[in-house]
């Protein structure tokens, strides 16, 4: 008696798409990424449990997305056609666009409050008693090392297609080492800073800015971190997973590139 199997049944479909099973991932994702919302505002207004409950939905969010990327990733060593890779590569692109709407309200906030300074800022941008950032020091070094990431990562990319792991290995490398030093340096902005969060206006668009996108190159970087590992699995004509987290870290460049000069230079 012949066993069927998937990939057998898979093979008998008369078209180059690949359709997926039934999944639990995706909507434990979206009931944790729900819970972690709903217990971070808990969080704010000190709610009892909060806090445990916010663990544990950042946990769950954590496991979910790990067991579904762990699916995609054992479906693309038999299923990624190259109509497959071209769908994936369109749903990035979308991805992306949201992302960019995300960061543009954020942008659109600063600039309503910053090119028409009302009386509760004291008329000027910044606001009196507000010593912002001076963009000269560690915000110019961050500016460096995070363009450097993108050159280092699109030689990574070169190197990949040109069948070179071991440039790959190192350029990947290199470009990781800056994720990390980015977010450490920011961190430490952060613990110097002269204002926080809680000072108006100025304060809570300069940390949601900054915060987000540090957020983002955090996520970045852990994306990086796992194509490193995944490397010895990757070929010069299918690397879908490598190109989909260059755009993620090129589109986390450009706006590093507005923020730094809206927020830093034009904003200070």
């Known amino acids: 008696m012949k066993v069927i199997t998937l990939k057998s049944l898979h093979e008998r479909e008369q078209h180059s798409f690949h359709l997926v099973n039934p999944s639990p991932w995706p909507i434990m ?62 749903g990035m692109a979308l991805f992306i666009t949201s992302e960019i709407m995300f960061f543009f309200s954020f942008f659109w906030g600063f600039f309503h409050f910053s090119l028409a300074p009302s009386i509760w800022t004291g008329g000027v941008w910044p606001p009196k008693g507000i010593i912002p950032m001076v963009w000269y020091a560690l915000p110019l070094l961050n500016t460096c090392i995070l363009l450097s990431s993108g050159v280092t990562v699109t ?46 206006v100025y304060g809570s668009i300069f940390y949601l800015l900054t915060g987000f996108h540090g957020l983002h190159v955090l996520i970045g970087t852990i994306f990086l971190m796992v194509c490193l590992f995944r490397l010895p699995k990757f070929k010069k004509d299918q690397h879908i997973g490598y190109i989909c987290a260059i755009w993620y870290w090129h589109f986390v460049d450009i706006v590093w590139i507005f923020l730094f000069i809206a927020v830093y230079i034009w904003g200070a």
């Open 155 to 200: 030689y990574a990319h070169k190197a990949i297609v040109a069948d070179n792991k071991k440039g790959l290995w190192h350029f990947l490398l290199w470009t990781v080492m800056f994720g990390i030093l980015f977010t450490f340096f920011q961190g430490y902005e952060y613990c110097n800073a002269n204002f926080s969060i809680n000072d108006g």
């Open 29 to 90: 994702t979206s009931f944790s990424i729900f819970t972690g919302a709903w217990s971070l505002v808990a969080w704010f207004h000190y709610y009892t449990y909060s806090t445990a409950i916010l663990i544990l939905a950042v946990t769950l969010v954590a496991f979910a997305l790990w067991r579904w990327f762990l699916c995609i990733i054992i479906e693309s060593e038999d299923y990624h056609t190259s109509e497959v890779q071209q769908g994936i590569l369109l």
